[in-house]
């Protein structure tokens, strides 16, 4: 039988890293920090979220919104920036230029019964704001145009004095609508409207619906809010306000939003 081997008694000694309390704090708190900035700007696919490009030019910009628009608005911090591209952006780091957003426009009703749920928290809230405000109907051809006057009329109430003036906003034709019925129907709107708030209603109609479907006793007597995108400028010269996208983030609102300008001087 060999002789057992003996076991040696002797181990290497752990050399032992002082680490001073304030070395520990700063070191924690960059961790903190760094998992933070993590989380903030790229957790959540944010910091990265790109929108529409602004065309070129001086603007003041406005946003519309009704109930599809989901999600909280931060009505003191609506802001535009863009990127040196001149592509929306939702990420400050990433700005180049940062405009506040001068007005908003809110829908308030839609043929002759349908109301927005979101209307009335929406235009309080507005109001509170720095924000210019100003409210529209969503007009539908197949129905009398006084009778959608008076739903909307009742589901504002007042303005004041500083609000922007009512908004018509046309973008469809039925079936079976001729444009003479239409633009009768159109009028009947404008006119009551009109009357009822001692300002001249806008029209909100794209640049194709303008050109096939609208007299010129609508686009020569009411302003024009035109919507016309990927474009350096819009078909019609002719315009108050020109929506040249649906697909812009601007901070303070949630998901995309449609973007539209006036000119600053």
Known sequence: MPARKRKSRWKPRKRKVKISPL????????????????????????????????????????????HNNSGKIAWDSLRVMTDGRRRTVRDPYSAKDIKPVSFVIVKATEGATFKDPDFQGNWREAGRSSLRRGAYHFFRSSKDGTVQARNFITTVGDMRIGDLPPVLDIETIHLGCSRELLNQRALQWLRTVGEHYGKKPVVYASASFIKDHLDKEITDNYPIWVAHYGKERPAREEWVWWQFTDRAVVKGVPGQVDLSVMRAD
């Not at 520990?24 to 529409?52: M, N, Q, Y």
């Open 23 to 66: 070395a520990a704090v700063c070191s924690s708190a960059a961790l903190i920090l760094a998992i933070f900035l993590i989380c903030h700007r790229w957790g959540s696919g944010a910091g990265a979220e790109r929108g529409a490009k602004v065309p070129p030019g001086s603007w003041r910009y406005g946003i519309d919104i009704s």
